[in-house]
């Protein structure tokens, strides 16, 4: 099968860490995004990417975090000096848009629990 | 102001019955999108249904259907002969404006049900 997949599925941490995550799309998607999602809440936009572009940023990706996607495939979500608040579940999703079509397809996520 | 409301926070439902999983939306666009996504206790996120806002028939997947009433802007989730793996949180989410090449289409979520079959 070629889902989305995410690695790695559970981050323990200590605060202060720096932890990066890796999302790898279904093959011939070309949109990737990263959400982010805590208990009880529906997920938020953290930044997407058209092919390897990123397109845009949510206000709640702060300065310690970092996504890239290098040659349009798989992308890294990186967190520098990991706090406590940053603790939640991170999902990446991808979709291959047309005018008709847009769904976005989730991988397992990972989630990080911040010490 | 909330974008997607979904008014229940919990449901039981006895296995086997039908189950309405309410959402309305707030939007201004003409052209919009509405999704439905299940995620289990395991936390993976599972597309379900998908209704766009021109079309004219409401969708259907299987045991899954959407009732979609544009005026009242709502688009509720109706799952048929409900069975104990329907359990789980189940979220409504919206993409706004159409499909194209240069549009941000990050979804945008309402806070969930969660749903419990009971045998």
């Known amino acids: 099968d070629t889902g989305v997949s995410q690695n790695p599925r559970h981050k323990i941490t200590k605060r202060g860490q720096n932890v990066t995550f890796r999302c790898d799309p279904i093959?011939?998607?070309?949109?990737l995004y990263w959400y982010r999602q805590t208990l009880g809440q529906g997920p938020e936009f953290l930044t997407y990417?058209?092919?390897?572009?990123?397109?845009?940023k949510s206000r709640l990706l702060s300065d310690r975090f970092s996504a890239e996607r290098p040659k349009g495939s798989f992308s890294t979500l990186e967190i520098q000096r990991t706090e406590q608040g940053d603790s939640a579940m991170y999902l990446c999703?991808?979709?291959?848009?047309?005018?008709?079509?847009?769904?976005?397809?989730f991988g397992p996520g990972t989630r990080l629990t911040v010490l | 102001a909330q974008k997607i409301t979904q008014t229940q926070p919990g449901m039981f439902v006895q296995e086997k019955e039908a189950v309405t999983l309410d959402c309305t939306y707030d939007?201004?666009?003409?052209?919009?999108?509405l999704f439905w996504y299940k995620q289990p206790s395991s936390g993976e996120m599972i597309f379900l249904i998908y209704?766009?806002?021109?079309d004219e028939q409401n969708a259907t997947e299987g045991r899954y259907s959407l009732n979609f009433q544009k005026a009242r802007k709502s688009a509720n989730l109706v799952i048929s002969a409900s069975q104990l793996g329907d359990s789980a949180m189940y979220f409504c989410?919206?993409?706004?404006?159409?499909?194209?090449?240069?549009?941000?289409?990050?979804?945008?979520w309402g806070a969930g049900t969660k749903l419990i079959i009971k045998p």
């Open positions: 999703a991808s979709s291959l848009v047309s005018p008709k079509t847009d769904t976005q397809y």
């Open positions: 093959s011939e998607h070309n949109r």
């Open positions: 990417f058209q092919n390897e572009a990123q397109l845009e």
């Open positions: 939007t201004s666009d003409q052209s919009y999108g």
């Open positions: 209704q766009g806002s021109y």
């Open positions: 989410a919206m993409r706004e404006a159409h499909p194209a090449m240069d549009s941000n289409y990050q979804l945008i």
